[in-house]
């Protein structure tokens, strides 16, 4: 039996939940206290880059599944269920700002008319079930029965459709055990693992799930700089860690770090919540620590390169979103990049498929180009940022004959060293010794 549904917040979790639900052929009304977004999702247009969502939308908006709105009470009206996809970003110290889901608690509890399911599917810190339970409770204008359920979500930005509808398991967590089982019925369809637990148990899944693949990231990038010293190539490492059923391949690609909207800040409110509670969590913050380094990485390799000086040079940046397939800038390893070698006078320049006009609002001082050509032309050298297919496609005697020095930094290891420097480019790849130890010498002078 199909159910009614509300999601509070249209960004990339709230859309995408509730898009896929609305696809599930449930009738889904999406809220957003924002009138210009709920405006251009009315319009057909989509706020955020995420491969076949406007597609989905425009399926469901057309059958009359889905729908937008700013105003709680009519999309609460029939809605059984309301989900709480509201941002959470990182506060001062590192810990969640839950401003967002205490303004959606307090206008569900507001507007509410009937007994309803409240599903915490923002990434919110353990105990915040209950903090909602009490928020809602002291706001209601007259007590009407709720319960709380955490259903966090486990969706990967450029493939989150994907995601969404066939995910490794489904994880639950209430007091009232007949509320998540209800919560599990709508997620039947979906025929993968429901795991049902209480509410701060579930939300600790989500942060250790999260942390557990920084954590990955940032040892295969803490070998490669060991590889880097010794000669060895972290692909082929990675290769041969990966075969091992207890390791697994995923999450083992070195290169500039992780980022976006999840693991910065997700490794960053674990670590606050251990320090709150007494702990001492020296893996997270050498987790944190390394993965600085790899941006740093970069601006080691640039200054070797060309004498020490980057005052002047012209450096193109390859990529600005922090992953392909996606828009989205925050806490991107190539705008943090771009950041530090402006710092030191460096004139940059970046090219991305789809992420500029956000990189532009996040750093007006960056210049942006309209292709990889451009980027290259008369370029003192170039640095990979992004693994888009689009630049393993290129014409590389193009890009070289173009740049004023054939320099190619790679930060995505997306290249093959041999083929690179047969092409007559000085080549550095993260964790790949062989481009050190066997690379061409260079004039630092440029000429």
Known sequence: MKKNIAVAGTGYVGLTTGTCFADLGNRVTCIDINPDKIAMLERGEVPIYEPGLSEMITRNVKAGRLHFTTDYKTALEEAEYVFICVGT????????????VRMAAESIAKTMTHPIIIVNKSTV?????DWVADIVHRSQPKPI??????????MREGSALYDFMNPDRVVLGSKNKDAAEKVAQIHI???????????RTAEMIKYASNAFLA?????INEIAAICEKMGADVNEVAVGMGY?????????????????????????????????QGSHPALLRAVMDINRDARRWVIFQL????????????????????????????????????????????????????????????NPELRLVESAYELADGADALVVCTEWNEFKQVDFVRIKESMKQPILVDGRNIYEPDMMQELGFIYRAVGRGSTFTNGHEFAHNGN
């Open 89 to 100: 970003p990182s506060g001062v110290d590192g810990e969640a700002d839950l401003r967002y």
């Open 125 to 129: 810190p353990v105990g915040t079930g």
């Open 145 to 154: 029965p709720f319960d709380v359920v955490s259903c966090p979500e486990f």
């Open 189 to 199: 369809p979906l025929r993968t693992r429901i795991i049902v637990t209480d509410l």
């Open 215 to 219: 954590t990955k990231i940032s040892f």
């Open 244 to 276: 091992d059923k207890r390791i697994g391949p995923q999450f083992l690609n070195a290169g500039l770090g992780y980022g976006g909207s999840c693991f910065p800040k997700d490794v960053k409110a674990l670590e606050h919540m251990a320090l709150v």
């Open 303 to 362: 200054r070797a390169l060309l004498g020490g000086q980057l005052n002047h040079r012209k450096i193109g940046l390859l990529g600005l979103a922090f992953k392909p397939n996606t828009d989205d800038i925050r806490e991107s390893p190539a705008l943090e990049i771009a950041r530090m070698l402006q710092y030191e006078g460096a004139l940059i320049t970046g090219y991305d498929p789809v992420a500029m006009g956000n990189a532009s609002r996040d």
